[in-house]
């Protein structure tokens, strides 16, 4: 199903920005939505946000204003902005892609995200 390769995270004070990658080793076009998903320890995975192949963008109403998902095609690669970080957003950042032929989901490997105080 291919291979889901982020990169980006890190420990940030609060209002700080950072920006993730996720590569993919396949081209983009075999995915209809792509996204990032994060999960708070004791927590349930969250969507943080989702960019179509027609462009649509969709945000957690927690990051809207904050964060700006966004792709390049020819590098089979997304990303995710966030700026104004606040310590609610310390998570492991998952990226995610669906697959245009099958709806099965590949998942990144997780990358750490810390806001500090």
């Known amino acids: 199903q291919g291979q889901l390769v982020e990169s980006g995270g890190g420990l940030v004070q609060a209002g700080g920005s950072l920006r993730l990658s996720c590569t993919a080793s396949r081209s983009t076009f075999n995915f209809n939505t792509m996204g990032w998903y994060r999960q708070a320890p004791g927590k349930q995975r969250e969507l943080v946000a989702t960019v179509s192949s027609d462009g649509r963008t969709n945000y957690a109403d927690s990051v809207k204003g904050r964060f700006t998902i966004s792709r390049d095609n020819v590098k089979n690669t997304w990303y995710l902005q966030m700026n104004s970080l606040k310590p609610e957003d310390t998570a492991v950042y998952y990226c995610?892609?669906?697959?245009?032929?099958?709806?099965?989901?590949?998942w990144g490997q997780g990358t750490q995200v810390t806001v500090s105080s």
């Open positions: 995610s892609a669906q697959s245009r032929f099958t709806n099965g989901i590949n």
